[in-house]
């Protein structure tokens, strides 16, 4: 079975700094695709970005962009530019392209952010 | 718009008691699943279903159960036999597009009193 692994619970960061919160994950498959949920104190999940297995380009999103390392089964997420907004939990997925309803989720990284 | 319907948003239990958690959705998907999120932690799967009238056991399915008659709804029953309920429950369905993400609904806040 995959696993999802977020080795930080809780990080912190300057508003305006950045921040670079880790994940890894461990597969047999070679297509496979990779996501950063946040969820914020109303805890609605919010999709933040993602990344396809078979694309070696990073993916960004405005502030939040990603490393993928593929050979190391690596998915850290950078937010640059941090505001207080960002303050929340940030959840590591991963979900399978051969089954398309495997689907885990790390143990998720709460950041805060001091003004 | 499309989306998955939670309700409702705060539900109290008494010892003893069953409860039933309401997830509908409209997004003409097949898999449907549960979550339970305890204070500062992560996602446990509870249950989830692929297609109608089928659903496994996930981690953590001790002490509940579920039903799927029909594509847009997948109900959380909280038996009395579950311990420890108290906990946010998430619904969730994955994009039937490969690799597309998955969608939640807002949750339900379920506490024994």
């Known amino acids: 079975a995959q696993t999802v692994t977020q080795s930080q619970p809780e990080m912190s960061v300057q508003e305006a700094e950045t921040v670079t919160l880790s994940c890894t994950y461990d597969?047999?498959?070679?297509?496979?695709?990779l996501f950063w949920y946040k969820q914020p104190p109303s805890r609605q999940m919010i999709l933040v970005i993602r990344?396809?297995?078979?694309?070696?380009q990073n993916a960004t999103e405005n502030r939040f962009s990603v490393n993928f390392q593929k050979a190391a089964k690596s998915f850290s997420l950078k937010i640059s530019d941090s505001q207080l907004g960002d303050a929340a939990m940030y959840f590591c997925?991963?979900?399978?392209?051969?089954?398309?309803?495997?689907?885990?989720f790390g143990a998720g990284t709460r950041l805060t952010v001091k003004p | 718009d499309g989306g998955i319907t939670q309700s409702p948003k705060y539900l109290f239990r008494k010892e003893g008691q069953n409860v039933t958690l309401s997830c509908e959705q409209n997004?003409?998907?097949?898999?449907m699943y549960w979550y339970r999120q305890d204070p500062g932690q992560g996602l446990r799967l509870i249950y989830y279903?692929?297609?109608?009238?089928?659903?496994q056991k996930g981690d953590i399915a001790e002490g509940y159960s579920v039903s799927r008659e029909k594509k847009e709804s997948f109900p959380l029953t909280v038996t009395s036999a579950q311990k420890n309920p108290t906990a946010f429950y998430l619904c969730?369905?994955?994009?039937?597009?490969?690799?597309?993400?998955?969608?939640f609904g807002e949750g339900s806040w379920l506490t024994v009193v």
């Open positions: 597969t047999s498959e070679s297509d496979y695709y």
């Open positions: 997925a991963y979900r399978s392209a051969d089954n398309n309803n495997d689907m885990r």
């Open positions: 279903s692929q297609i109608v009238n089928d659903f």
């Open positions: 990344q396809e297995a078979y694309k070696q």
């Open positions: 997004l003409n998907h097949d898999a």
């Open positions: 969730a369905s994955p994009g039937r597009v490969k690799g597309a993400p998955v969608y």
